[in-house]
Every structure is written in structure tokens, then in C-alpha cells.
């Protein structure tokens, strides 16, 4: 379970945290939804806000950047964070040349692509909570206590999050959590790039469907993810949802610093997010399976068809799939393509 929430909060899911938050519901779900209006809808207006997490950066920022490239297309692969605290610093004189000079800026799924799609997918998922089992009721008595300690801890409504699919209610408690530590998606690379290209002129893509990932992490057996679920929640002790392995720091703990992923992300130590991979587990497979291998190989083949097409490509996803064995350039590199590190 540490491994599972730790991966999926590394820069795995690129489609807005939005979209998570607003999968509503009946009238009393909608009623007791994380209130979205209380989120910044912009940079700018979340700008304002005076409560910005510390933040200690004592080094100067050099992401990884991977070019791969032919004698026509260059194609600039930068692993990204999702959310970021506002003031953290992670660009460089580098990645700006490569911002100014591409023609293109390609994502996991553009936030105008999710959005276009979003409303749809809420609806079913808003169906399907009406005949929805409740978790919680397919737990043991003891661990379905804790299951709604989670939700207490996380801020979330209690009915609301035991109608959701469990994998999206523990994804939505991680998020909420990061929110409350300061990291959001509005700072995120993605929303930063996406606005600066938008202004700019410049087309903005989407490498893959996020509906349809989505469908496929949620297509995985419950089964397997509800035993090691169970398993988790009886030796939990409940008093915080860091002791349940959740892969965030308890707000004001102040043995830990809750952006050190970030940190080594922004120093370039790629190897770090290598070692989340997952496995070890009959769901840990199947997740990372879904939401690792298999959309790298798609990304794979993509990358390989736009080496056809001259042009040059910013490619901006998840710093996760561009770490450890599975990694996009791993497979490049399998199928006979050269990948240069240039950052």
C-alpha cells in the first residue's frame, strides 16, 4: 500500500487533480464535495494566498532533460511534478532555451483534453456510486472503522468517500493532503507550460486519453487492492495517515520535509523515483503494469512515429516514467534509438 500511494503521488497521473475532486454525485455528494470553488481556479489568483509552505531549497534547480532526435525532429523529454508548492524553483537557463526554441508542447492529457471529456465520465461514475457496494462494508468491522479514519484525516465526507471506487478515495485523500501542505496542481510543470504556450501561440497535445487510463487503473480487481487494503487498516494504528504508509508527511511534522521527493527530483536524481517501482504485490503488478509499462510503450511507439514528422517537441510528463527499468528511453533504447541526456 506505501509503495502504491508513493508512486501514484510521484508524477504518475497527469490529468488535473480537478477532475478527481469534481467526480460528483447524487445531490448529498454534491453538497459534500471538496469545495473546488475554494481552490485557486489560476496561478494568478492563487498567487494571492498567504499561507505558501516553507520551502528551503539550497541548491540551484537541473531537472533531468532527455533529447531524443533525427537529422530533421528533435523531440526534448522533461519529467515533470504534477503539483508543486508556488515558490518552488525547478527551471533553468536550459529548459527555457528548450521552451523558446520547440514548436510544440506535448503532455500526458492537456487540461482543455481532460476537461472536454471529464463531464461525462463524472456522470457514470456518479451512476455507478448509486448501486456502489460502500466500501466499507466490504471490509471487516475493525477495518472498516479505520477506513473512515482515513476519511476523517483526510478531510474528506465520509459517504463520499466510501462510494468511491477505493482506489480513487485514496487517491483523492493524497490529494487533499498535498493540498494542505501547499502543493497544488495549478503550480504544477504542466499548467505552468500550458499557459505559457497557450500565450505564445503554440499548440498544446495530449499523448494519451485520461479517461481511458483511468478506466484501465479502475478496471484493475478490486479484489486484489480491498485484501492488501484489509491488511494495511488492522495494524494501522489510526492515529495518522503517515503511519498508514500514504507516502506524505503528517502536516507539521517536523522531523521530515515533505517535499524531498520534489527536492531530488529537482536536483536531477532521477534514480530516486526508479526505486518506487512496484511489484512486490498481486495489485502492485497489476498497477504497475496499467500505469506504468503499458502507457510507456504506447508513449514508445508515439515518440518513434514523430521522429517521422520534422519539427521539434517539448514532451512533458510524469517524472516517474522516465525513471528505473520501465522508463521510456529504456525502451527507446530497446528498439535501437539513442536517448542523450542534455540536463
Known sequence: MQKFIAFLLAACLGFGQAGLHAAPNDEQFKKDLPAAKERPTNVAEAANEDNDPEVVQDYEPAPAIWLLEDEDTKIYMFGTFHVLPRKFRWRTDTFDAVVAGVDELVVESSDD???????????????????????????????????????????????????????????????????????????????????????????????????????????IDEALLLFELEQELLVWDGENLDTLGLGLEEQGNENSDPFAGEHLWAQGKTETLGELGLGQTPYERQLEKVLLEDRNRAWTLWLEERLERPGSVLLAVGAAHLAGDLSVQSMLEERGFEVKRVQ
Request: hydrophobic letters at 45%; aromatic letters at 8%; zero cysteines.
Open 113 to 219: 483534453d481532460f476537461d472536454a471529456k471529464t463531464e461525462a465520465w463524472a456522470m457514470k461514475l456518479v451512476a455507478d456510486s448509486l448501486t456502489r457496494q460502500p466500501t466499507s462494508e466490504r471490509l471487516t468491522a475493525d477495518a472498516a472503522e479505520k477506513w473512515f479514519k482515513i476519511a476523517e484525516l483526510g478531510g474528506m465526507p465520509q459517504e463520499f468517500f466510501d462510494k468511491l471506487p477505493p482506489f480513487l478515495a485514496i487517491l483523492s485523500v493524497g490529494i487533499q493532503l498535498m493540498e494542505q501542505q501547499g502543493s497544488r496542481h495549478d503550480y504544477g510543470v504542466e499548467t505552468i507550460l500550458e499557459a505559457e504556450f497557450a500565450e505564445a501561440g503554440k499548440p498544446i497535445g495530449s499523448i494519451e486519453d485520461a479517461i481511458k487510463v483511468l478506466d484501465n487503473l479502475l478496471a
